[in-house]
T-cell receptor
Framework: AQTVTQSQPEMSVQEAETVTLSCTYDTSENNYYLFWYKQPPSRQMILVIRQEAYKQQNATENRFSVNFQKAAKSFSLKISDSQLGDTAMYFCAFMTLSLVNRDDKIIFGKGTRLHILP | DSGVTQTPKHLITATGQRVTLRCSPRSGDLSVYWYQQSLDQGLQFLIQYYNGEERAKGNILERFSAQQFPDLHSELNLSSLELGDSALYFC???????????FGPGTRLTVT
């Protein structure tokens, strides 16, 4: 069974620092997608970044980047120059896409609560 | 604003009742996903539809059902409600399966 593990339930960093959130997953699939979502106190879910497993290049979106290690099944999120508005719950998610069986799997980790301190 | 709309925003009902949550995906998105988020919990994937057909099933209870209509909006029906069904229910949409999912604001369901 596929699983997604976020080993850091809660983290705090000072504003402007760089922080890395870890995510590991377990799957026997070869084709899948990985996502990081942010959920601020408003509870709105916001896509931060998406990575396709067949792409070796790590995805980047402005101050957010990932370190995708396929062999190690690791997908960490790095936030550079952290800002107060980055304070949120961050969820790592995994999705398989079954073109034959139409039996996609979507699994979210339990989340990491990130506090950016002024 | 993600472009995904959900109604109602809040719903309060009693145990044993039945409710329907509605979701309109972003224009052009064919795939709709439903999630449940209990208090201080992560997201549980419930079910996905793609262009009117069920595509994937997660931890959806038998008391729950969903469908996607020809105009691509979707409804999640929750019946025989229990206290434990109180949660935030999210709908998300994407252009294709595996694509970037855009989430609606959620429907907060309180069962008393």
């Amino acid at each position: 069974a596929q699983t997604v593990t976020q080993s850091q339930p809660e983290m705090s960093v000072q504003e402007a620092e760089t922080v890395t959130l870890s995510c590991t997953y377990d799957t026997s699939e070869n084709n899948y997608y990985l996502f990081w979502y942010k959920q601020p106190p408003s509870r709105q879910m916001i896509l931060v970044i998406r990575q396709e497993a067949y792409k070796q290049q790590n995805a980047t979106e402005n101050r957010f980047s990932v370190n995708f290690q396929k062999a190690a099944k690791s997908f960490s999120l790095k936030i550079s120059d952290s800002q107060l508005g980055d304070t949120a719950m961050y969820f790592c998610a995994f999705m398989t896409l079954s073109l034959v069986n139409r039996d996609d799997k979507i699994i979210f980790g339990k989340g990491t609560r990130l506090h950016i301190l002024p | 604003d993600s472009g995904v709309t959900q109604t109602p925003k809040h719903l309060i009902t009693a145990t044993g009742q039945r409710v329907t949550l509605r979701c309109s995906p972003r224009s052009g998105d064919l795939s709709v996903y439903w999630y449940q988020q209990s208090l201080d919990q992560g997201l549980q994937f419930l079910i996905q539809y793609y262009n009117g057909e069920e595509r994937a099933k997660g931890n959806i209870l038998e008391r729950f059902s969903a469908q996607q209509f020809p105009d691509l909006h979707s409804e999640l029906n929750l019946s025989s409600l229990e206290l434990g069904d109180s949660a935030l229910y999210f709908c998300a949409s994407s252009v294709v399966s595996g694509g970037e999912q855009y989430f609606g604001p959620g429907t907060r369901l309180t069962v008393t």
